[in-house]
């Protein structure tokens, strides 16, 4: 028999990102707030040795264990899914502070023309631009509406950086300025320039300055150490939720942190959700938690896993193209980029920070006309100096041999001799591509795992093509001896690291039928659960999802209070 | 230029005019959101200056970088040719026969050679780098989703395969001494190094074709076992005396690169987990 806990005004279903931002201003609001973690307390103190690239980068120390849940995937609905048993193409957050803690806080906005993406391809180009099978969606907000909670987003994290000359328009400057240029940045500054190109600082969440931010919460600036993508920061400089948003709310004395509590169930009854149910995962206990509001912010996979498995919202169904519950799941395309050999030059490339680097969004977007390109959208290209580590950074000139005398002498030669460039390509929704229950695997408590079916399209070859072609010029006008860059995409693969970058499957829209939740991140189908996280983007943009996600979490906030107040459905 | 930043002045001073999470002036992360575990902490690590507590792990670290240091130089391990270092008592193994220890000895060096520019594999401790990987975890595939049904899935699905990496190596080193065997009446070991080469290419290529294991993924997974053990933190086992980051002027970890991050390339002399112990 399940536990039965005192009533909450609020649930929180993971406390990542999303998760930490919610608690943090429900609490200075005044609600109770339950925060249910599945994963362990984190802290900077746990960071002395961090500075660990087997133990971090090449045996996950920090996320999710697979041995207790994984995904399954199949390329296509005529082949069995199968799990990931090892980690490969995205590693899953776990833990206080999820994927916040080790990413690397490259924070953009997406840019107006992506939450307006069918409306405006077809007004530019005519319906017939997209294709037969694409899904894609405006989201029932526009730029301008989500300006203030980017803004708020970007406060509270202190994002540094400079204004982008081809993105919506801001109500203010970036917090703090950009981060510090390196020599190869100002290669890439200079070389953008005269192709004609307009180059500006990534938006970074590392700091390139002290900060205190509105909530009065102070950090260090960051020291280039080049510990940050699969890493916690041990100065507490880069921007995550355990830094950030959770002492925020731990102050008010109204959050309650339970870590270590796996939620299996959102419970509810005619059209409203009553409570969780969740395993305390170090006794085995079942226990149920009452609340007023559910809140969901568990990452794009369990965020559609509890829904499916809770029985709440329409489950998708590929075969007529009904549904909501995993529709348009889309992800990133990373590899179009291109490497540059300097024989003439080296770089410090062993220091630098997650989000350090120099950005264009000439090639994003519809910032370029695509009447006669055989893809829509596009990309965001940029030279970033994340710290190169040196087992999983062994770059050779394409021919040279893979090991052995000749491998080790280039390598060696190489490691502070190469640069790079690379996009973070959109992705596009498409109606064969979803999320779902697998039929036969099952995770540590017998619960069906997520299955994905997903491959890329032609549309992502010909980006992934047209993006590498660009990074390549790049490099070339930078003046590297050697230039490698991607040919052919090939089929979406599980085994290699691209991205991160999951979204989709509880999308958002204007209106039920096509979309899941509002633009507060209310589902429409029971009016007191909020929804939050990329799961909500129709398709995914030319840039990594946080500063998005991050808006979204101040907007659902701020819904829910309003629903709190007056209740039923907000828009 | 060369340069050690862990012992630059400039980078012991910065932490000093940095605002903390400590500051009880700032608000809601000071006083009891954190615990006193934080406190106590910081007042151990006898790194506050006035009432300014830093924030992060940065400041017992900077407090204590110096005596990690030394700590480090007095009980490096013991190079084949120093006479008196201590012995280096890591060296020794915990799932490897000395048979099949001697195979990955031989076959890493090959993969990672000696030449000029340094030691190669075997110098460097990578074979006792994998022995010891093989024995927890990694070996047993402790994280990994482990559970049937097992089906043969298309390339893009990845490994499904049911046998642990430890047995994968004991079958892919014992194919490898076979092969060895068929090919030239020796062990692996025991042949001469273009042989060997020849060896792991048609493990490759899969021009081996095996039964119960693919010949080219073992082979991959010795050439990136090979490199952790090349480039991991000394403390397990490869990498001896930071050798293999030194051959390509990798610093290891450093505490803060602000001095150089605006310039051209700097040498660093690196430094390893070790200095970042705080002295006890
Ligand atoms: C290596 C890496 C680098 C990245 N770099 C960038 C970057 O530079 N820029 C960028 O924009 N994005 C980046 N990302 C992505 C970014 O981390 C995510 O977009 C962000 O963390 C998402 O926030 P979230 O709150 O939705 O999910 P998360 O931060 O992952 O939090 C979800 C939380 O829910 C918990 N949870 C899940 N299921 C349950 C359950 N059943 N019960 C209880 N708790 C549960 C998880 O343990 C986790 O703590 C990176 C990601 C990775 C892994």
Same mark, same amino acid.
């Given at each position: 028999m399940a536990k039965t806990l005192p009533k909450t005004d609020v649930v929180i279903v993971g406390v990542g990102w999303a998760g930490g931002i919610i608690a943090s201003e429900l609490t200075k609001s005044g609600l109770n707030v339950v925060g249910l973690e599945r994963g362990k307390?984190?802290?900077?103190?746990?960071?002395?040795?961090?500075?660990?690239?087997?133990?971090?980068?090449?045996?996950?120390?920090?996320?999710?264990?697979?041995?207790?849940?994984?995904?399954?995937?199949?390329?296509?609905?005529?082949?069995?899914?199968?799990?990931?048993?090892?980690?490969g193409s995205f590693l899953l957050g776990d833990g206080l502070g999820g994927s916040g803690v080790h990413w690397n806080g490259?924070?953009?906005?997406?840019?107006?023309?992506?939450?307006?993406?069918?409306?405006?391809?077809?007004?530019?180009?005519?319906?017939?631009?997209?294709?037969?099978?694409?899904?894609?969606?405006?989201?029932?907000?526009?730029?301008?509406?989500?300006?203030?909670?980017?803004?708020?987003?970007?406060?509270?994290?202190?994002?540094?950086?400079?204004?982008?000359?081809?993105?919506?328009?801001?109500?203010?400057?970036?917090?703090?300025?950009p981060m510090k240029k390196t020599p190869s940045m100002q290669m890439f500054a200079e070389a953008t320039k005269k192709l004609n190109l307009n180059p500006y600082m990534m938006p970074a969440a590392n700091l390139s300055e002290n900060y205190t931010n509105p909530d009065g919460v102070a950090r260090a600036a960051c020291q280039y150490c080049g510990y940050c993508e699969r890493y916690g920061c041990e100065y507490g400089a880069k921007a995550d939720p355990v830094v950030t948003v959770i002492p925020v709310a731990n102050k008010t004395g109204k959050f309650q942190i339970r870590t270590h509590s796996n939620v299996r169930r959102i419970l509810h009854k005619g059209g409203k959700a009553t409570g969780v149910m969740y395993i305390?995962?170090?006794?085995?206990?079942?226990?149920?938690?009452?609340?007023?509001?559910?809140?969901?912010?568990?990452?794009?996979?369990?965020?559609?896993?509890?829904?499916?498995?809770?029985?709440?919202? @329409?489950?998708?169904?590929? *075969?007529?193209?009904?549904?909501? &519950? /995993? $529709?348009?799941?889309?992800?990133?395309?990373? #590899?179009?980029?291109?490497?540059?050999?300097?024989?003439?030059?080296?770089?410090?490339?062993?220091?630098?920070?997650?989000?350090?680097?120099?950005?264009?969004?000439d090639y994003n977007g519809d910032n370029f006309d695509h009447s006669n390109?055989?893809?829509?959208?596009?990309g965001v290209i940029a030279l970033?100096?994340?710290?190169?580590?040196?087992?999983?950074?062994?770059?050779?000139?394409?021919?040279?041999?893979?090991?052995?005398?000749?491998?080790?002498? @280039?390598?060696?030669?190489? *490691?502070?001799?190469?640069?790079? &460039? /690379? $996009?973070?390509?959109?992705?596009?929704?498409? #109606?064969?591509?979803?999320?779902?229950?697998?039929?036969?695997?099952?995770?540590?408590?017998?619960?069906?795992?997520?299955?994905?079916?997903?491959?890329?399209?032609?549309?992502?070859?010909?980006?992934?093509?047209?993006?590498?072609?660009?990074?390549?010029?790049?490099?070339?006008?930078?003046?590297?001896?050697?230039?490698?860059?991607?040919?052919?995409?090939?089929?979406?693969?599980?085994?290699?690291?691209?991205?991160?970058?999951?979204?989709?499957?509880v999308i958002m829209g204007a209106e039920p039928g096509t979309s899941a939740i509002n633009n507060f991140s209310q589902m429409w189908d029971a009016d007191n659960v909020f929804v939050v996280g990329a799961s909500s983007f129709p398709q995914n943009a030319g840039y990594n999802p946080t500063g998005t996600v991050g808006a979204l979490a101040y907007r659902a906030a701020e819904g829910i209070l309003k629903y709190r107040e007056k209740g039923g459905l907000l828009v | 230029m060369e340069r050690n930043s862990s012992r630059d002045t400039t980078a012991l001073e910065e932490p000093k005019d940095q605002a903390s999470l400590e500051d009880s002036s700032s608000g809601p992360d000071s006083g009891q959101v954190?615990?006193?575990?934080?406190?106590?902490?910081?007042?151990?690590?006898?790194?506050?200056?006035?009432?300014?507590?830093?924030?992060?792990?940065?400041?017992?670290?900077?407090?204590?970088?110096?005596?990690?240091?030394?700590?480090?130089?007095?009980?490096?391990?013991?190079?084949?040719?120093?006479?008196?270092a201590a012995p280096n008592y890591n060296r020794a193994l915990m799932y490897f026969t000395q048979a099949q220890f001697r195979i990955v000895e031989a076959a890493t060096e090959r993969?990672?050679?000696?030449?000029?520019?340094?030691?190669?594999?075997?110098?460097?401790?990578?074979?006792?780098?994998?022995?010891?990987?093989?024995?927890?975890?990694?070996?047993?595939?402790?994280?990994?989703?482990?559970?049937?049904?097992?089906?043969a899935g298309e390339k893009e699905q990845g490994y499904q395969g049911r046998l642990k990496r430890r047995e994968l190596f004991d079958i892919g080193l014992r194919e490898l001494d076979n092969y060895s065997q068929t090919t030239h009446g020796k062990g692996f070991a025991e042949l001469e190094p273009d042989q060997q080469d020849a060896a792991l290419k048609a493990f490759e290529t899969e021009e081996v074709k095996l039964t119960t294991i693919s010949a080219g993924s073992f082979f991959k997974m010795l050439r990136s076992a090979t490199?952790?053990?090349?480039?991991?933190?000394?403390?397990?086992?490869?990498?001896?005396?930071?050798?293999?980051?030194?051959?390509?002027?990798?610093?290891g970890s450093q505490m803060s690169y602000l001095n150089i991050i605006e310039k051209d390339f700097t040498k660093i002399e690196p430094s390893s987990l070790q200095a970042h112990l705080a002295s006890h």
């Amino acid at each position: 028999m399940a536990k039965t806990l005192p009533k909450t005004d609020v649930v929180i279903v993971g406390v990542g990102w999303a998760g930490g931002i919610i608690a943090s201003e429900l609490t200075k609001s005044g609600l109770n707030v339950v925060g249910l973690e599945r994963g362990k307390e984190r802290k900077t103190e746990d960071y002395y040795m961090v500075h660990d690239e087997l133990r971090y980068s090449m045996r996950y120390e920090m996320m999710q264990d697979l041995s207790k849940e994984t995904i399954t995937f199949r390329s296509n609905e005529n082949i069995r899914a199968l799990p990931m048993r090892q980690y490969g193409s995205f590693l899953l957050g776990d833990g206080l502070g999820g994927s916040g803690v080790h990413w690397n806080g490259q924070t953009y906005r997406f840019l107006p023309y992506d939450f307006q993406m069918r409306s405006m391809t077809t007004e530019r180009y005519g319906k017939n631009k997209i294709p037969e099978g694409m899904t894609i969606r405006d989201w029932g907000i526009t730029y301008d509406e989500l300006e203030p909670y980017y803004d708020k987003f970007e406060k509270m994290a202190g994002i540094s950086g400079e204004e982008n000359p081809l993105g919506g328009k801001r109500s203010n400057p970036y917090p703090t300025p950009p981060m510090k240029k390196t020599p190869s940045m100002q290669m890439f500054a200079e070389a953008t320039k005269k192709l004609n190109l307009n180059p500006y600082m990534m938006p970074a969440a590392n700091l390139s300055e002290n900060y205190t931010n509105p909530d009065g919460v102070a950090r260090a600036a960051c020291q280039y150490c080049g510990y940050c993508e699969r890493y916690g920061c041990e100065y507490g400089a880069k921007a995550d939720p355990v830094v950030t948003v959770i002492p925020v709310a731990n102050k008010t004395g109204k959050f309650q942190i339970r870590t270590h509590s796996n939620v299996r169930r959102i419970l509810h009854k005619g059209g409203k959700a009553t409570g969780v149910m969740y395993i305390d995962v170090t006794t085995g206990e079942e226990i149920i938690q009452p609340a007023d509001i559910v809140v969901v912010t568990s990452y794009v996979f369990n965020n559609v896993r509890l829904l499916l498995m809770s029985e709440l919202g @329409k489950p998708y169904d590929p *075969a007529s193209g009904q549904g909501v &519950i /995993g $529709a348009n799941y889309a992800y990133q395309v990373i #590899k179009g980029s291109a490497v540059g050999f300097f024989e003439e030059k080296q770089f410090n490339n062993f220091a630098g920070a997650g989000s350090l680097g120099i950005s264009i969004d000439d090639y994003n977007g519809d910032n370029f006309d695509h009447s006669n390109l055989n893809f829509l959208h596009g990309g965001v290209i940029a030279l970033s100096q994340t710290g190169a580590r040196p087992i999983q950074n062994n770059p050779v000139p394409s021919g040279t041999a893979a090991w052995g005398a000749e491998f080790k002498k @280039k390598s060696l030669h190489y *490691a502070n001799r190469t640069l790079s &460039i /690379g $996009a973070q390509g959109s992705s596009m929704a498409f #109606k064969h591509h979803f999320l779902d229950l697998d039929p036969t695997y099952k995770d540590a408590f017998g619960d069906p795992l997520m299955r994905i079916t997903f491959d890329f399209e032609d549309q992502d070859r010909e980006l992934a093509k047209f993006l590498a072609e660009r990074c390549s010029e790049i490099m070339k006008e930078m003046g590297a001896s050697h230039v490698d860059y991607l040919k052919e995409l090939g089929p979406y693969e599980i085994m290699t690291y691209q991205s991160t970058h999951n979204t989709g499957g509880v999308i958002m829209g204007a209106e039920p039928g096509t979309s899941a939740i509002n633009n507060f991140s209310q589902m429409w189908d029971a009016d007191n659960v909020f929804v939050v996280g990329a799961s909500s983007f129709p398709q995914n943009a030319g840039y990594n999802p946080t500063g998005t996600v991050g808006a979204l979490a101040y907007r659902a906030a701020e819904g829910i209070l309003k629903y709190r107040e007056k209740g039923g459905l907000l828009v | 230029m060369e340069r050690n930043s862990s012992r630059d002045t400039t980078a012991l001073e910065e932490p000093k005019d940095q605002a903390s999470l400590e500051d009880s002036s700032s608000g809601p992360d000071s006083g009891q959101v954190h615990d006193s575990s934080r406190r106590k902490f910081l007042v151990n690590s006898g790194y506050v200056l006035g009432t300014l507590a830093v924030g992060g792990v940065i400041s017992s670290l900077f407090g204590c970088a110096k005596d990690g240091e030394d700590n480090a130089d007095s009980s490096a391990p013991a190079d084949d040719n120093k006479e008196a270092a201590a012995p280096n008592y890591n060296r020794a193994l915990m799932y490897f026969t000395q048979a099949q220890f001697r195979i990955v000895e031989a076959a890493t060096e090959r993969i990672f050679p000696e030449d000029e520019s340094g030691p190669g594999a075997k110098k460097l401790g990578v074979a006792f780098f994998i022995d010891h990987q093989l024995a927890g975890d990694w070996g047993f595939n402790g994280r990994d989703y482990m559970n049937p049904p097992f089906f043969a899935g298309e390339k893009e699905q990845g490994y499904q395969g049911r046998l642990k990496r430890r047995e994968l190596f004991d079958i892919g080193l014992r194919e490898l001494d076979n092969y060895s065997q068929t090919t030239h009446g020796k062990g692996f070991a025991e042949l001469e190094p273009d042989q060997q080469d020849a060896a792991l290419k048609a493990f490759e290529t899969e021009e081996v074709k095996l039964t119960t294991i693919s010949a080219g993924s073992f082979f991959k997974m010795l050439r990136s076992a090979t490199l952790e053990g090349v480039y991991s933190d000394p403390l397990y086992g490869g990498n001896l005396n930071m050798e293999g980051w030194r051959m390509r002027n990798y610093p290891g970890s450093q505490m803060s690169y602000l001095n150089i991050i605006e310039k051209d390339f700097t040498k660093i002399e690196p430094s390893s987990l070790q200095a970042h112990l705080a002295s006890h």
